[in-house]
């Protein structure tokens, strides 16, 4: 019954540090998302996945890079993180990425960057 | 360019009905989802509506009119656990998302 997992749920770090988000599914979908949401904003789309090997730049990819290595696991890396980067990131899966494919959300990872 | 706007918070009384609208601009239109997020929660599917018309799902209905650029959630029979932000999401012709910033709905007993 996991759904889509992520880890860790909370980090602190330092500017200039680096760190990597991971994002499980068990669904066996073929998309995967990661969203960044900050207060007053929508989700912001960073990048996305059509499927294992694949991956592509959202809205907001400045500063992240990812891997689907395999296709239950999406990993969001931040390279030299900045304070623009305390954020709640979420990780999504979709069966589908055409209109009929609802997003499962996993519980969100809060990043804090000092 | 596309727009999506929402109110940003509502209250209302335990047992009552509430409106959330959501009226949107874009070039290309591919359905308009609603949302539920409890804080410090992930968001979960509500609804989805690409016609024309109000979709109706148990004390929850979605009412979409793709002419006026427009829909609601409409919640009835309001309980305290719907006290949440409701996001409204478009997707566009590239069957891309594009969030509105969520509505916060306090229920009030």
């Known amino acids: 019954n996991a759904g889509v997992t992520q880890t860790p749920k909370f980090r602190v770090l330092k500017t200039g540090q680096s760190m990597t988000l991971l994002c499980a599914q068990d669904?066996?979908?073929?998309?995967m998302y990661w969203y960044r949401q900050d207060p007053g904003m929508g989700l912001r789309l960073i990048h996305y996945?059509?499927?294992?090997?694949?991956?592509a730049k959202g809205e907001v990819p400045d500063g992240y890079n990812v891997s689907r290595l395999k296709k239950q696991n999406f990993l969001l890396g931040l390279e030299s993180a900045a304070p623009s980067q305390t954020s709640v990131y979420f990780c999504?899966?979709?069966?589908?990425?055409?209109?009929?494919?609802?997003?499962?959300f996993g519980e969100g990872s809060r990043l804090t960057v000092l | 360019g596309q727009n999506i706007d929402q109110p940003t918070e509502m209250t209302a009384t335990e047992g009552a009905i509430v409106q959330i609208n959501c009226t949107y601009q874009t070039s290309g239109f591919n359905g308009l989802f609603w949302y539920q997020q409890h804080a410090g929660e992930a968001p979960t599917f509500l609804s989805y509506n690409v016609l024309d018309g109000l979709e109706e799902k148990g004390r929850f209905s979605s009412f979409l009119s793709r002419s006026k650029g427009y829909s609601y959630l409409l919640l009835k029979e309001l309980q305290m656990k719907d006290s949440a932000s409701y996001l409204c999401?478009?997707?566009?012709?590239?069957?891309?998302?594009?969030w509105g910033a969520g509505t916060k709905l306090i229920i009030k007993p």
């Open positions: 669904m066996n979908h073929e998309y």
């Open positions: 996945s059509v499927g294992e090997g694949t991956t």
């Open positions: 999504a899966s979709s069966y589908s990425g055409r209109a009929t494919g609802e997003l499962f």
């Open positions: 999401a478009l997707m566009d012709s590239n069957y891309q998302l594009i």
